[in-house]
Structures are given as structure tokens and as C-alpha cells.
């Protein structure tokens, strides 16, 4: 079954950064697009970003151009998110998830925290 | 990029029906077609429960369902069930490649 393994979250200090992965099993990686989604604490989904199955387009939220960075490694099965100049409203739960058709999101991870607090 | 708007919380009897709205703009729901639904209960990664409007993904119960008109999707459950309660959250592709999600919406069972 298609599985979703996020890491890398963890606390950093306003203006630090951060990279999180996204190790995929389960799924022919290469085919997928896939996005970044993330959750505030009590909060609801924003999405972050996405990456389309050869890495050759990306797109971004408002929030995330210019700070973060949406990378994958087909050879390993792997997503990444490499965040930069993170701030407070950065803290949330991050999930990747598997795209489909550019419409909607069919297997999500359990996610990664990051908290961004001095 | 705006959210989409939901009603914060809905609630409902076993076996009553319960709709979810998601208001949107010309720039989404009613041009693109692609609204999609997630369930996600408390300390859970969301699940998808409806896809491209009304569509159901294999293992979904039937008594959920979705609908559209106009710039507004909506979620409906038929005969709530005590394990229906959870917060749903709508989604759609939007204009400039983006994907936008609703502030969600916590479903009580009474």
C-alpha cells in the first residue's frame, strides 16, 4: 500500500531553517506529483506547495515563494522541502501528499512538526 | 489566495443528513471543477472522501455525497454515524496553479 514517511521537523529559532523529507513506498514515485500541506495547531490545511513527477514544475503558495524550496530525488523515492527565514506562523504539522490529475490529494502522510520559536 | 469558506461546525442526530457548504469564487469551484473533500478525526493525517466534485473513492461509504453550483460545493452526509465525526475540510485547484482548502468544518454527532 502507498506510504508516506515525513521527517525533519523539529524547533529552530525565527529566521533559521529547516529541510523536511517525504520517503515514499508503496507507489512508482516517478509518476506522482506531489505536494507539501501543512496544518497550524488548531488550525485548518494550507497548501504549501507541489512538484510534478519529473521536478520540472513548481509551484508555490504566497506564503512559501521566496523561502522555500520544493525538490525530489526519484532515485531514492524521496520529496523535500527545504525552508528558509522560517518565522512563528510557520509552526505547523507538514504533511506530504500524493497528487492526482492536479485536483485532489489521495494519500497523506502523517506528518512532521516544526516548531519556530526563540 | 483566499480560503475557501465553511461553515465552522455542523451537528446532527444518528441517521439525520448533514451539509457542509464551501464558497468559492469564479477563479476556482465553478471554473475548474476540481473540488475535493477530506475527513480527518482528532490526531489523524486527513482522508479523501470525495474527488472532481462528486465522485467517491473505492472503500467510502455511499452516504457520503458531493454536489456544486455555482461558486459553492457542498458535502452531504446521509445518515450520520457516530464515526463520522471528525473535521472535513473542501479543497480546489485554483487559478495560477494553486490549490486552496476551506477553514474546515467540526462535524458533532448528537
Known amino acids: 500500500q502507498v506510504q508516506l514517511v515525513e521527517s525533519g521537523g523539529g524547533v529552530v529559532q525565527p529566521g533559521g531553517s529547516l529541510r523536511l523529507s517525504c520517503a515514499a513506498s508503496g507507489l512508482i514515485f516517478r509518476n506522482f506529483g506531489i505536494h507539501w500541506v501543512r496544518q497550524a495547531p488548531g488550525r485548518g490545511l494550507e497548501w504549501v506547495a507541489y512538484?510534478?513527477?519529473?521536478?520540472?514544475?513548481?509551484f508555490y503558495a504566497d506564503s512559501a515563494k521566496g523561502r522555500f524550496t520544493i525538490s525530489r530525488d526519484n532515485s531514492k523515492n524521496t520529496l523535500y522541502l527545504q525552508m528558509n527565514s522560517l518565522a512563528a506562523d510557520d509552526t505547523a504539522v507538514y504533511h506530504c501528499a500524493r497528487d492526482r490529475a492536479r485536483s485532489y490529494f489521495d494519500f497523506w502522510g502523517q506528518g512532521t512538526l516544526v516548531t519556530v520559536s526563540s | 489566495q483566499s480560503a475557501l469558506t465553511q461553515p465552522p461546525s455542523v451537528s446532527g442526530s444518528p441517521g439525520q443528513s448533514v451539509t457542509i457548504s464551501c464558497t468559492g469564487t469564479?477563479?476556482?469551484?465553478?471554473?475548474?471543477?476540481?473540488v475535493s473533500w477530506y475527513q480527518q478525526p482528532p490526531d489523524a493525517a486527513p482522508k479523501l472522501i470525495i474527488y472532481?466534485?462528486?465522485n467517491r473513492p473505492s472503500g467510502v461509504p455511499d452516504r457520503f455525497s458531493g454536489s456544486e453550483s455555482g461558486n459553492t460545493a457542498s458535502l452531504t452526509i446521509s445518515g450520520l454515524q457516530p464515526e463520522d465525526e471528525a473535521d472535513y475540510f473542501c479543497s480546489s485547484y485554483t487559478s495560477g496553479d494553486a490549490w486552496m482548502f476551506g477553514g474546515g468544518t467540526k462535524v458533532t454527532v448528537l
Open positions: 512538484i510534478s513527477p519529473s521536478g520540472g514544475e513548481k
Open positions: 469564479s477563479s476556482d469551484i465553478s471554473t475548474y471543477g476540481r
Open positions: 472532481d466534485v462528486t
